[in-house]
């Protein structure tokens, strides 16, 4: 009987385990906790009145959280609440595809930036294969995933070419406007972490996160979208509303 439980523990923790370098600390500042009705979703602050996130997120009754680490805590400190005037989804994407997986939200209110709060720069170039970047999401607690996720974590992990992503997912087709970020191959077990994590590379945003077949907190080989191939659709529609 004892080893049953433990060969069950241990396939538990397989199956929510995260890479062992993993960063666990306080919220990058641009990073934001996008609460719904439905299941969450992870946005990061580009402007003052703007948050990006992917546009697969179904996001009703949203309410846009910053400067949090602890969204199942809410006697946590630093933390802005507020909610969205619009939600403009790139004009290509589609539900049946991880192509323009890109979704803009207009807040309804400027957010001043702060020791907790500050918006992220966004691409001029595109990135470099094997450019190291940082992956932040948040983990659901193992014994409990009914509730908000209590783990903000960060994962280092680095650019790999479309041609090893093409051979970690060979069902998909890797455009010029995405980038992977991950260990390949890869060991795809599943997890619960909360979708469209970013991809910071030395303080840019250069991908959210599109697909990913396993867990990036355990550095799993996900599939992005390169902010900088939007970047012409960002700036105008930021412009227009």
């Known amino acids: 009987m004892k080893f049953v439980f433990l ?17 666990a600390g306080p919220t990058p500042p641009y990073l934001v906790y996008l609460k719904s009705d439905y299941l969450p979703c992870t946005g990061v ?26 969204p199942a805590d809410v006697t946590e400190e630093h933390v802005e609440v507020t909610s969205s005037e619009k939600i403009i989804h790139h004009p290509y994407f589609s539900i049946s595809s991880i192509s323009y997986d890109l979704m803009l939200i207009k807040l309804k209110r400027r ?10 720069e966004l691409p001029q170039h595109v990135i470099p294969v094997n450019t190291m970047c940082s992956v932040s999401t948040w983990a659901y607690n193992l014994c409990d995933t009914t509730k ?9 992990i680095s650019i790999i070419s479309k041609a090893e992503c093409r051979s970690a997912y060979k069902a998909y087709e890797i455009k010029e406007n995405m980038i992977c ?24 945003l250069y991908g959210i996160l599109s697909y990913a077949d396993g867990c990036v907190l355990r550095a799993d080989v996900g599939i992005y979208a390169s902010i900088f191939h ?7 529609t930021i412009k227009n509303n």
């Not at 060969?7 to 960063?23: E, M, Q, V, W």
């Not at 957010?111 to 992220?120: F, G, Q, T, V």
């Not at 939007?230 to 105008?236: D, L």
């Open 230 to 236: 939007y970047m012409p659709w960002i700036e105008e």
């Open 148 to 156: 908000d996720p209590d783990s903000l974590q960060t994962v280092n």
């Open 181 to 204: 970020v991950g260990i390949v191959p890869g060991r795809r077990l599943p997890c619960k972490e909360v979708s469209a994590a970013p991809a910071v590379c030395n303080g840019v």
């Open 45 to 70: 602050l580009i402007h003052p009145l703007w948050v990006i996130t992917a546009a697969h997120c179904n996001l009703p009754k949203l309410r846009v959280i910053l400067g949090v680490t602890n």
């Open 7 to 23: 060969s069950i523990l241990s396939t538990l923790l397989g199956t929510f385990a995260y890479n062992p370098d993993h960063i």
């Open 111 to 120: 957010i001043r930036p702060s020791n907790y709060i500050k918006m992220a």
